[in-house]
């Protein structure tokens, strides 16, 4: 079957996973390749599968290079001790319904279907690029979509879990499309993340040796003060290769100094440290 049939006939099984994103009423029909709600605000399937949400155009961060690197490293496995931790958090994971908030290119989602990960799971990203890729490479492991929780597509109370991992949050968003008992997993990094690379690149800037997430843990823990909170801490060996993928895919390397950003990739860091902070919450 063709993927833009497979997401069709998806779309129809599942319907109230969505909503529509303009007028936040229920989708109603899925004709042809295209879904509409009772007022015919109408968004259609591209020839890969992947359904685009969005009401303008997505931005732009995440350039195709930084999305394959990210895909690279994640390949080698520089995820999977925390994947690993976040699926311990997974009730029930062979039937969860599952929305991965910010799936980028879709790796987590991979690394977790193959874990065990085999309900129903929803990725989008605001990047249209990343959810091509996502589609592209991993079709199988979830329904792909470009969306934005500011003009919501998703069903009210339709997910088990939302997984939040190094992307931004939006509380409210997530309260209502939660199930009750349903689940938060929020993964930010901690303070000692890639702390060599921090050190190789700003050596001399104090403000961005240094990184604190103390302000995005109270701003989770003030919506969920019953949260519990884990930290996972591991060092990841690097080739040079494994490195210059790092190097491209970190926010932390697109602002250094171009001649320390050259020094340091003629020297690539033998390892870096993996460290980051789990919360997870339920809905009452
Ligand atoms: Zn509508």
Known sequence: MKKIEASSLYLKGHLGLFQCPVCQKPFEKVEGHSVSCAANH?????KKGTLHLLLKGGQNEYDKDMLSSRKNLADTGFFHPLLDAVYAHIESPEHATVLDVGCGEGSHLHYLSQKGLNGTKVGFDISKDAIQLAAGHFFEDAFWCVADLAHSPFGKEAFDVILNIFSPS???????????????????PSP??????????????????EYDNQQVVDRFLQSYPDAVKEEVAYTVKLTKESYRWLMEMTPLSWNADPEVKEKAMANPLPSVTVAVTLLISEKK
């Open 42 to 46: 109408q968004f259609d399937l591209s």
């Open 170 to 188: 939006h509380y409210q968003e997530f309260e209502r499309v939660l199930k009750p008992g349903g689940r938060v997993i929020k993964v930010v």
């Open 192 to 209: 000692r993340y890639l702390i060599e690379l921090r050190e190789q690149l700003y050596a001399t800037d104090a403000t961005k040796k």
